[in-house]
Every structure is written in structure tokens, then in C-alpha cells.
């Protein structure tokens, strides 16, 4: 039996959301290339999920001598073990940790999204809930994904909790995306809308993510390792779902258990640079002077042990697997996708062309293929993925396995220049961009081999959300721009405006829409290329 999301019926649009159950649905190759691409993002998310990132990593060993195995890893059990947690997929990992540590689990508290809780139960997603009687305390804050007063509460609750262990007692820290608002404790007497004038200041100015987080850790007791500080003596066994690119400890939640690595005088650099010194809060200043913040980057955290147990790559390699099960000559080419959405498109589109072209290997192809190798060359020198090495390695494999259909497979997470007022995600917006590129190659001699092939190109947010959507994402074919002009849509404009959801809403009655509902999970976004010769 192969566990993926059985398809449900939906009032309107002929798309799929998801049901967390067992189906004895199994894949052929005789399927459409959409409903590969979506058993292959059913499978990436199926690998992060809640229950299997938390079996794989935590084995609890009852018995005389009780012990708590991560990665293999001892820890003795005395009813010393504590759980907290922070972060937009940590309700559904806590759940699956209590189930795991039983009567084991003295004690925990975790930070939550605003009506997470009621937001699954309609869902029917009630695996991902407490049961009853729980030991854990949900707490929930952070509307809109800012910190507020009630997260503000929670992460004072979680630092208590923290503050009151000894050397005796283990510490479960659960970690995913978001968990940097869900976990704001700014040094008093700074408050959280002071923290919030200083990133205002700092973004109007043009200030980098990593810059940011530099000045949030300086004025937090949680963030930059401060919540493994309080926590001090007591052993801390951070578990953490990565929704970052390269899965940087010190990014994640702004790292709570992860020493920083910036000092006070990087900060003053920072704000000098943008200068904001003098349009600063008072209270800020005050911090950043005083010998609060100087904590030593020598500070012992050897009582920490971090483990990322969920992740872009891990995603990939289970849509891999399942591709491979099918047939398909797979390459992973990335997890680490970035950049404007615009640049990502053309890098597929030229993909795409590449190999096509590469695959029919005539002779008289080669100038073309020559003069967009250059070009693909340029384009992926400048998002960092090694892709022609792969490329070489795929043609390899497909003159051993020539009738195989090709499966290419990236993830990360792109940004999109706003300059509409539409409706959309960098998901939808991506697919997109994908096929005006393909219907603009497919009228030149480098792109007239796409016409020999079937090419399907899938792109979807892990955590079932895309933007301000319903969706959680899109997928596209070379032919999509063709058939939607003939319908009288102008995909040009729609681009324009930023209104790729709306597009996808109305084109062919929401048929290329990825239709997830919230996955309770989120290592960024999954791109998937499917290529097979088109059937006679």
C-alpha cells in the first residue's frame, strides 16, 4: 500500500485536496503526466509530515532502565522530560511526540498560530490535535504571522518552564517555520512595538533578512541561542523542521538553541550603515549599550543537541523515490532554488529545452544545443545549480534506458516582484511564467523539439499554502497558453498584475490548480518536470 492523499471531490474545480489516509490507489505509467506530478508532491510532503519525521528520529525504550533514543542517541529517563515548542507545524509534532513518549512526558507548553487548532479540526485533520487530557498546554498568538500579546505571553510561559529545569531534567524543543513570531521575548525594557519600529526603520531602508535577524537576536532573551541559555543546566534535544534554504540553525526561528555568531558592535554597524541611530526607540539604545546583550559567541552549548529531522532535500527524495518506483530516469537538481520568480522560469524553460533537444541527439541539433547550453550555463551559474553536470548524467542514463520518461525535481523558495494588485503566490506565478516561457520558445528553432514531447511542469508550497490562496500552488504544460488564449485569456496581463491564482480560478474550470488544504507540514516549495515522448 502506498500512502498519498486520496483524491475528494471538490464543488467547482476540478483539483484535489488532500486526505491523510492509506489508499490502495497505485500509480501506473499509463496515468497523465498531472497525475504523476501530483503523486510525486503527495509523496515529497508524505515523507515531512508530523508522524513519519518524529518516528524516524525519536524511538522511545521502555522497561528497568527507561531511555529516550534520538538518532540513535541516549538519554536516560528519571519522569525528567519536558516539552516545548514554537513554530506553525509544531501542534501536529507535538501531538505525535506525546504519543510517542507516553507517561514519560512530565510536562509542556507550545506556541501556536491563531486558531490553528480549530482551522485542523474543521479540516478533519485531527491527527495533527492534543487528544484529551494532554499533558502539553497549546497556547495560541501571532495573528497574521506578527508576533503580539499572545505570543508575547506564550514565549514567557515557555521561558518559565525552561528557567525551572536542573541538570537532571531533558528538555524537548520543537521547532518549524514561524516560530520566530510565535516566540518574541524582546530584553525589557524594549516591547514589542519597539522591536517593530526598529524593523520597520531597518526594511524602509533596505536592510537584508540576515540583518534583521542579527538586531531581533540582540534584543530577544529567546532568539540567538537564549532559550538553551535559560534552560542551562538541564539537557536540551532540539528537533527542527526547516523551512529555509540550507537549513541554517541560526536562521530558523531566528535559532533559540543555536549560539549566535553576531556581537553588539555588528548591530551598531548594521544601524550606522542604514542610518537609524538617531531615530531609534530610547529603550533600544538602552540594550544594545548595556552588557545584556553581550553574550560571548565562546558560551558552552554543549548541553544542546540540535537536530534538523525534516527538510527540503528530505522532501525531494521521497517524491524521487516514488518517481523512480514509475519508471522515471529522476534527477534532483536542487534544494536550494532562490531568486526572482521571472529568472527561476527562464531557467526552466531553457532546461526543458535542453534536454529535449539533448535527448533526440541529431547531429544537426548540435549548434542549437551548443548556443543554449551557453545560455543555460549563464542563467544557472547565476541561481547556483550545478545543472549541466546532471543534465550529462541523466543523458547518460537515458541512452542505457531510452524509453523512460524524465523526472526532474527541485525545491526552495523563489520571491516575486509585486507589481499588481492581483491575486496570487510565487507557486502559481512560477507555473506561470513556466509556460509563457515554453509557448514563446515553442515558435523559435531551439524550442520546436518541445513539440515532440509531453512536458509537465509542477510547482507547490509543502505546507498546502500559496500567498493569500487556497491553493498550494500550479502545475502547467507547454500547450497551457495556447489553449488559454483560445478560451480569451491574456496570460501576459494576468502576469502583469499579479493575478495568477484568478487566472488559474477560472482557467478551464481551476483544472491546473494544486488544491492541497493545509498539509501540517513545511519545508518550502517542491518543483517537479516531467518529460516522456508524446504518445502516437
Known amino acids: 500500500m502506498v500512502s498519498v492523499f486520496k483524491s475528494l471531490p471538490i464543488t467547482g474545480k476540478n483539483c484535489w485536496r488532500p486526505n491523510f489516509s492509506f489508499t490502495s490507489e497505485i500509480p501506473s505509467l499509463k496515468m497523465t503526466l498531472k497525475d504523476h506530478g501530483l503523486h510525486f508532491f503527495r509523496s515529497a510532503v508524505d515523507t515531512v509530515l508530523p508522524g513519519p519525521i518524529l518516528k524516524r528520529a525519536l524511538v ?8 529516550l533514543l534520538l538518532h540513535g542517541r541516549p538519554f536516560e529517563l528519571k519522569k525528567n522530560l519536558y516539552l516545548v515548542g514554537f513554530g506553525k507545524a509544531v501542534l501536529g509534532m507535538a501531538a505525535v511526540a506525546e504519543d510517542i513518549l507516553g507517561g514519560y512526558l512530565t510536562q509542556g507548553i507550545i506556541s501556536v498560530p491563531q486558531g490553528i487548532q480549530e482551522t485542523l479540526r474543521h ?11 494532554s499533558r502539553i498546554q497549546v497556547l495560541e498568538g501571532a495573528r497574521d504571522n506578527l508576533p503580539d500579546k499572545e505570543a508575547l505571553e506564550a514565549a514567557r510561559a515557555i521561558l518559565e518552564l525552561a528557567k525551572s529545569l536542573t541538570a537532571d531534567d531533558l528538555l524537548l524543543v520543537l521547532i518549524s517555520g514561524g516560530g520566530s513570531a510565535l516566540l518574541p521575548a524582546p530584553i525589557p525594557p524594549v516591547t514589542l512595538e519597539d522591536k517593530a519600529t526598529v524593523v520597520r526603520l531597518l526594511t524602509s531602508k533596505g536592510a537584508t533578512i540576515q540583518e534583521l535577524n542579527t538586531i531581533r537576536k540582540a534584543l530577544s532573551l529567546s532568539k540567538g541561542g537564549g532559550l538553551a541559555r535559560v534552560a542551562y543546566p538541564a539537557q536540551v534535544l532540539s528537533l527542527i523542521l526547516s523551512d529555509v534554504i540550507g537549513d541554517p540553525l541560526d536562521i530558523i526561528a531566528s535559532g533559540p538553541t543555536v549560539a549566535t555568531s553576531h556581537s553588539v558592535q555588528d548591530c551598531f554597524q548594521i544601524l550606522a550603515k542604514y542610518d537609524v541611530l538617531n531615530t531609534l526607540p530610547k529603550s533600544v539604545l538602552t540594550i544594545l549599550s548595556s552588557s545584556v546583550t553581550k553574550h560571548s559567541t565562546q ?3 554543549s548541553h544542546v543537541c540540535n537536530v534538523v529531522i525534516g527538510s527540503n532535500k528530505l522532501a525531494l527524495e521521497g517524491a524521487k523515490c516514488q518517481a523512480e518506483q514509475l519508471g522515471y530516469l529522476t534527477i534532483l537538481l536542487s534544494d536550494a532554488v532562490g531568486g526572482e520568480v ?3 522560469a527562464r531557467f526552466y524553460s531553457l532546461l526543458i529545452q535542453f534536454v529535449c533537444l539533448s535527448i533526440i ?12 547550453k551557453e545560455s543555460l550555463t549563464s542563467i544557472s551559474g547565476q541561481l547556483e545549480i550545478p545543472v549541466l553536470s546532471l543534465i550529462d548524467s541523466l543523458i547518460t542514463m537515458k541512452k542505457t534506458h531510452g524509453e523512460n520518461p524524465i523526472c526532474l525535481l527541485a525545491g526552495g523558495e523563489t520571491t516575486v516582484q509585486i507589481q499588481g494588485s492581483g491575486k496570487g503566490g510565487r507557486n502559481q506565478e512560477l507555473a506561470l511564467r513556466v509556460a509563457l516561457e515554453l509557448h514563446r520558445a515553442k515558435s523559435t528553432m531551439e524550442g520546436s523539439c518541445l513539440n515532440k514531447y509531453e512536458v509537465m511542469f509542477l510547482s507547490g508550497g509543502t505546507d498546502g499554502q500559496d500567498g493569500p490562496t487556497e491553493a498550494a500552488g500550479a502545475f502547467c504544460s507547454q500547450d497551457l497558453v495556447e489553449e ?22 477560472k482557467f478551464q474550470n481551476g483544472h491546473h490548480l494544486l488544491m492541497t488544504g493545509l498539509t501540517g507540514t513545511n519545508v518550502m516549495d517542491i518543483h517537479a518536470i516531467l518529460i516522456r515522448s508524446r504518445r502516437s
Open 60 to 67: 522511545l525504550q521502555p522497561g528497568g532502565c527507561p531511555r
Open 123 to 133: 479540516a478533519g485533520m485531527r491527527e495533527m490535535l492534543l487528544k484529551p487530557r
Open 299 to 301: 558560551q558552552d552549548y
Open 342 to 344: 521571472s529568472t527561476v
Open 361 to 372: 541527439n541529431d547531429a544537426g541539433n548540435r549548434p542549437l544545443r551548443d548556443s543554449m
Open 484 to 505: 488559454a488564449e483560445q478560451e480569451g485569456f491574456d496570460v501576459g496581463s494576468t502576469l502583469s498584475n499579479n493575478d495568477s491564482y484568478t487566472f488559474f480560478s
